[in-house]
């Protein structure tokens, strides 16, 4: 198994533009998250999904969007990208039946200029 | 929703002390708590986990405990080495796996 994989790892954007930051696991986990992680500051959940068709806002929703097409894939959409949106995102991935345990992606690194 | 809070933020032990994190958390129906160790510029990895209805939990040099009363759950390492030096995070999952995580400890360990 593979895990949870993200990509890019780096990305540097301009202010207004646009991205998406790649997540998938072959873990058969039914749920996925969007973490973002400024230094200080611990993790902050941005959207999770329960299921393929099914997503909810966490603590920090705004500026981003989230689809959940399939159990594997989770896609974080960056629309209009504002300085405050440079962090270190982590996806990550955990399924109830199992220990509940959260399985992390290797951190995407973004900084918008 | 769930707020859990961190302390200290910074620690620092001579190698072979024990380490103490402490975390509160609001939301009674909490019901899973795990602590994740991050090395600097890596993900979080789990390394020890705790249950609502268990009270302690050891794994070698690490052991956390719960206070549902209170509402707060403590790491301990013992005999503590240079390679624990890391950021710590606590975290509390509220039924429905969402987690919320705490603010981090930068633990260093001076040899």
């Known amino acids: 198994n593979a895990g949870v994989t993200q990509t890019p790892k780096f990305r540097i954007l301009k202010i207004g533009q646009s991205m998406t930051l790649q997540c998938t696991q072959d873990?058969?986990?039914?749920?996925m998250y969007w973490y973002r992680q400024d230094p200080g500051m611990g993790l902050k959940l941005i959207y999770y999904?329960?299921?393929?068709?099914?997503?909810d806002k966490g603590e920090v929703p705004n500026g981003y969007n989230v689809s959940r097409s399939t159990t594997e894939d989770f896609p974080l959409r960056l629309e209009l990208a504002a300085p405050s949106q440079t962090s270190v995102y982590f996806c990550?991935?955990?399924?109830?039946?199992?220990?509940?345990?959260?399985?992390f992606g290797e951190g995407s690194r973004l900084t918008v200029l | 929703g769930e707020n859990v809070e961190q302390h200290p933020s910074t620690l620092s032990v001579q190698e072979g002390d024990s380490a103490v994190i402490k975390c509160t958390y609001s939301?009674?129906?909490?019901?899973?708590f795990p602590w994740y160790k991050q090395e600097l510029g890596k993900r979080p990895q789990l390394i020890i986990d705790?249950?609502?209805?268990?009270g302690e939990k050891k794994d070698q040099r690490i052991a956390v405990t719960l206070n549902k009363t209170a509402k707060h759950f403590s790491l301990h390492i013992t005999e503590t080495q240079p390679e624990d030096s890391a950021v710590y995070f606590c975290?509390?999952?509220?039924?429905?796996?969402?987690?919320?995580f705490g603010t981090g400890t930068s633990l260093t360990v001076i040899p």
């Open positions: 990550a991935s955990s399924s109830p039946a199992n220990t509940g345990e959260l399985f």
């Open positions: 873990m058969n986990h039914n749920y």
């Open positions: 999904s329960v299921g393929a068709g099914i997503t």
């Open positions: 939301d009674s129906a909490s019901n899973y």
């Open positions: 705790i249950r609502s209805n268990v």
């Open positions: 975290a509390a999952s509220i039924p429905g796996n969402q987690f919320y």
